[in-house]
């Protein structure tokens, strides 16, 4: 190659230059473009489309913290306007447009209108997670405020009714289109709340242009929506399509469907909880029990090993041992020694009859001694036990007028005078 050709540039330094040489122009990084969107894909980091008008198309990208201020996503064949920069996507040398704001074309008014409005609520706090309630985990009514005539009433009542037929829908018709729409959707929402034994209110219709969703957007439908002391739903258009009333409800549906599946749990996962927390609860109790039975019967064999009789008998059990060892003892000292048989005998029976009697003799003091410590026994020698509602009276502040006194051989009623 020749040097006449100059310089040569690697195609990673031409990408690099030109890219720079497009931010350094002021123009080309603030514009507006016009057209229309076609080819248009959504990702969770970034929204690529391409706008064309007659004549020419260029590659556009909007990044995630761009989209997310955008307020509705757009579709393919609408017209809008973006503001952004003129750049290059070196990796690839694509001449790509990095749009920083969308808007709809041919609504530029009333989408003014819907930025101040929200901007104005956002700033009254009516937006605020903090202030959004929690719905109802198992609602039994439910107050429907949309048209009686489209499919959003038929569709939630339809999806409600398979995921659970013991929630009741009650239908409130309002107008969802035109300039008079609000101030019955409004009035809707107040009959609803008004209404006995209602859980949850959904608001909403189906999908449309901006145009025909703007009464979700009026002043007076956020307002009431936020004022509703009843946990709202709203259900208002396609999943793309955000208005005023999903920023200040409780919880914001894609679709009208999607609201009938939030509000309504389907019933058979219900069945099933409950149904599990019923067997963890048998299987608790049913341990608990066998504790307790396993404690009671070690009890009760403490307590007969330590019963009078039961220990005498233990006594007298070891004492018959005792004795046939001595015997067996004598039978073979008898063997070895004839002549000392009848003293020893004498000495072992002597011995014997000692152990029993001392043993006895115990075993009865022992008696004695329970005896006394008996409660009946106590009422013989003249005592009384003042009871009230078989227990035991033990404070004289705590008696009360009416008591019983226990003796050894019956009861009699008394009744408190005081002095």
């Not at 894909?41 to 989209?67: H, N």
């Not at 004492?319 to 000495?347: C, F, H, M, P, Y």
Request: proline content about 5%.
């Amino acid at each position: 190659m020749s040097e006449a050709y100059g310089a040569v540039f690697s195609v990673s330094q031409l990408n690099t230059y030109v890219a720079r040489a497009l931010r350094a122009d002021r123009l080309l990084q603030d514009l507006r473009l016009r057209g229309e969107v076609s080819g248009f894909s959504a990702y969770p980091r970034a929204w690529y489309f391409t706008l064309k008008d007659e004549g020419a198309k260029i590659s556009c990208v909007m990044f995630r913290d761009a989209f997310g201020r955008a307020g509705f996503t757009p579709r393919n064949g609408d017209q809008v306007i973006l503001h952004g920069a003129a750049g290059l996507y070196t990796q690839e040398g694509r001449f790509q447009f990095i749009a920083d704001a969308i808007r709809p074309e041919g609504a530029g008014l009333l989408w003014q209108r819907f930025e101040a409005l929200k901007e104005k609520l956002r700033a009254e706090g009516l937006f605020d997670e903090a202030r959004k309630r929690p719905l109802p985990p198992r609602p039994r009514r439910i107050a429907v405020v949309t048209s009686q005539e489209g499919a959003v009433w038929h569709d939630i009542h339809r999806i409600a009714g398979q995921r659970d037929p013991g929630v009741a829908l009650v239908l409130v018709p309002c107008r969802v289109q035109g300039a008079d729409a609000a101030p019955t959707i409004v009035a809707g929402i107040r009959k609803a709340q008004a209404l006995p034994e209602i859980d949850l209110l959904i608001v909403g219709r189906g999908g449309g242009s901006m145009e025909d969703l703007w009464c979700f957007n009026e002043e007076a439908v956020a307002r009431a929506i936020a004022a509703c002391p009843i946990p709202v739903i709203s259900a208002v258009g396609h999943e793309t399509d955000f208005t005023i009333a999903d920023f200040t409800a409780d919880r914001r549906a894609a679709t009208p469907s999607n609201a009938a599946e939030i509000a309504v749990p389907d019933r058979e996962d219900a069945l099933a909880a409950l149904e599990m927390i019923r067997d963890r609860l048998n299987r608790a109790a049913e341990g608990s029990l066998q504790q307790r039975v396993l404690a009671v019967s070690a009890l009760y064999r403490r307590l007969h090993l330590l019963a009078p009789d039961a220990r005498l008998e233990q006594q007298r059990r070891r004492s018959g041992e005792l004795k046939a060892r001595l015997e067996r003892a004598a039978q073979s000292a008898l063997s070895a020694a004839d002549s000392d048989l009848r003293l020893t005998r004498l000495r072992l029976d002597s011995a014997a009859d000692a152990f029993l009697t001392a043993k006895a003799q115990r075993a009865a003091r022992l008696g004695e001694r329970l005896d006394a410590l008996n409660p009946l026994k106590v009422l013989e020698r003249g005592y009384a036990l003042v009871m009230s509602d078989e227990k035991p009276v033990t404070r004289a502040a705590q008696a009360p007028e009416h008591m019983k006194l226990r003796f050894a051989d019956g009861t009699v009623p008394v009744r408190r005078e005081e002095a």
